[in-house]
């Protein structure tokens, strides 16, 4: 089980680049099925889940090809011949966002089948959502043991008004795929407002769906008989650069952030301001974190975009140890994403949690020793950025679910001064 070995103390400085975002391309993946032309996706990043997304794609007949183009990495993708309706279970339990393969699946061919994903280190993350919009559409669910299969009726998906309970992205992004293809106009009320649902839609209004309201209080489709192939770049990975902004805050450093969307961190970036660390934008649209040597406390709601996200909190959380003063953190997306407290109460942080709340009492050090991570990516990298602060070394033990959303990641942070390595 790979280990990062920190050696804590050194305040990071210099520059990264990065990368494009994960949850925006697992989606445009899952949209190329739609149609049987080949599509192009730009700035894909070298990290697991995409591979795992290739892996699933290939398992039923896309073909895939990846390529760097001047140093970014292009993805190809064609889905003339699906073979199976059926996504591979142990695929399936590798990456829960597989789901997102059921909605063009089932636009696609008909039908679609999958186990389902269940619930992981934050939660039960349950589909109804998922699921209700596929019934919506004129489709109907069939399970067997834990099987799930979704099956259009004879006369195909049908336009209709979908209204999520809750503005689920996944169920948001699933929904719009399936109804490209259906017959009529499909409108989502209470969609997800994620960068990441606008970058689909850019990638598949470019395919000729005709789509427009995301970022509003109702998405609508047109559904059309076929789409074509198209080439569409992923957006910058704004949790990619808030967690490297967190870096540079919590070691009391100063690095610049390039290739980002500033418009697409504001909460993020008025939280960092409010906490006393500035980031300004440069000229060439890069972001300059300035840290001052201890972040002040300040309290934190983690909301669906544009609030707060919640892919930020346990890095925000890894900071607040070290802050001046006291935070109260209340995370309300997931039930279960304080795990990592535990963790950093072993490093000397005095955490209270109860459910969705934690009150986090800062304290001038946090002290390096043997924490173990959990599956939540989030969590593992937050373990790593305490122990960037943490006087001594810090041992993270079982952290290789970074590699799930950040490509080399201590790689990265040496790059910036930081003392890390990684043993495998
Ligand atoms: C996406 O997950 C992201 N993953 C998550 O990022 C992110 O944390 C989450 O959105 C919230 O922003 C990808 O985009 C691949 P949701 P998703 O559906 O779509 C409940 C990371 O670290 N819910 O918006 O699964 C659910 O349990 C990952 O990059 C239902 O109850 O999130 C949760 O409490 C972690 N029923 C809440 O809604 C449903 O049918 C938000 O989930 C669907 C969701």
Redesign the pocket.
């Known amino acids: 089980m790979p280990r990062f070995i920190v050696q804590g103390g050194n305040p990071l400085h210099g520059r990264i680049k990065i990368n494009g975002a994960?949850?925006a391309v697992?989606?445009m993946m899952a949209a190329a099925v739609l149609t049987e032309s080949e599509c192009v996706i730009k700035d894909v990043p070298d990290i697991r889940?995409v591979r795992v997304m290739v892996r699933i794609l290939r398992d039923i007949g896309v073909e895939v090809e990846l390529e760097d183009v001047n140093g970014q990495r292009h993805l190809s993708l064609k889905a003339e011949q699906i073979r199976t309706d059926t996504i591979p279970a142990e695929l399936m339990r590798e990456m829960?966002?597989s789901?997102?393969l059921i909605g063009p699946m089932l636009a696609r061919l008909g039908s679609a089948c999958m186990t389902h994903p269940g619930g992981c280190a934050?939660?039960?993350?349950?589909?109804?959502?998922?699921?209700?919009g596929f019934r919506k559409l004129n489709a109907r669910i069939e399970r067997y043991r834990d099987e799930v299969r979704v099956l259009a009726s004879e006369e195909g998906l049908l336009g209709t008004d979908i209204h999520l309970e809750?503005?689920?992205?996944?169920?948001?992004?699933n929904a719009m795929m399936a109804a490209t293809l259906a017959q009529g106009v499909t409108r989502i009320w209470n969609p997800?407002r994620?960068p990441?649902i606008d970058n689909l839609a850019e990638f598949l209004r470019l395919m000729g769906s005709r789509i427009w309201g995301t970022g509003t209080d109702v998405i609508t489709v047109e559904g059309r008989e076929k789409l074509g192939g198209a080439e569409c770049t992923v957006i910058p990975d704004r949790?990619e650069a808030g967690t490297f902004a967190v870096a540079a805050a919590i070691t009391g450093g100063e690095v610049e952030l390039e290739n980002v969307c500033p418009s697409h961190m504001r909460a993020f970036i008025s939280k960092m301001c409010e906490v006393g660390v500035r980031i300004i934008r440069l000229e060439d649209g890069s972001l300059r974190v300035q840290s001052p040597s201890r972040p002040r406390a300040a309290d934190l709601r983690t909301l669906?975009?544009p609030g707060f996200?919640?892919?930020l909190q346990n890095q925000y959380l890894a900071m607040a140890c070290a802050a001046d003063g006291t935070s109260v953190i209340t995370e309300t997306?997931?039930?279960n994403r304080f795990k990592v407290a535990e963790e950093f109460v072993r490093m000397g942080a005095l955490i209270r949690t109860e459910g969705r709340l934690a009150v986090v009492k800062g304290v001038p050090t946090l002290s390096g020793t043997r924490v173990k991570a959990n599956e939540?990516?989030?969590g593992a990298a937050s373990l790593i950025l305490a122990g960037l602060r943490a006087e001594g070394t810090t041992e993270v033990q079982g952290a290789d679910p970074v590699d799930r959303?950040y490509m080399d990641f201590a790689g990265r942070l040496q790059k910036l001064g930081a003392c890390i390595s990684r043993q495998d």
């Open positions: 994960k949850n697992l989606p889940d829960r966002s789901v997102l934050i939660g039960l993350r349950p589909i109804d959502m998922h699921l209700n809750y503005p689920s992205v996944g169920a948001t992004e997800a994620e990441e949790i669906p975009y996200p919640t892919d997306i997931f039930e939540d990516l989030r959303g």
